[in-house]
């Protein structure tokens, strides 16, 4: 079975910094695509950003344009999202997502994905 597990999430100031890991098991994560969504309490699961199977490729959400990078380490099987600029309104639990995508395209809703990590907690206080 394929695997994912998120870490570095946590408490953070406004306009601090916190890098996500999404770390893979049980796949070729190489071959997949991922991405990271986010999910604030009583709010829909909204896409984040997402990468290629081979990182040429990456996709924002307009929010965070220009202030988190979405990267992957195919030989350490893991995904990053770097974010910077941090507002209260980034505080939401953030999942990491991967699944095969014989196109290539990355897709931007929950439905397209087919492996979730456990979520990781982002508090970015006011």
């Known amino acids: 079975q394929v695997q994912l597990v998120e870490s570095g999430g946590g408490l953070v100031q406004p306009g601090g910094s916190l890098r996500l890991s999404c770390a893979a098991s049980?796949?070729?994560?190489?071959?997949?695509?991922a991405s990271w969504f986010r999910q604030a309490p009583g709010n829909v699961r909204e896409f984040v950003a997402g990468i290629s199977s081979t990182g040429d490729s990456t996709y924002y959400v307009e929010p965070v344009a220009g202030r988190f990078t979405i990267s992957r380490d195919n030989a350490k099987s893991t995904a990053y999202l770097q974010m910077n600029s941090l507002t209260p309104e980034d505080t939401a639990v953030y999942y990491c997502a991967a699944d095969l995508q014989e196109s290539g395209t990355v897709p931007r809703i929950p439905a397209g994905y087919r492996y979730w990590g456990q979520g990781t907690q982002v508090t970015v206080s006011s």
């Open positions: 049980g796949g070729t994560f190489s071959h997949f695509v």
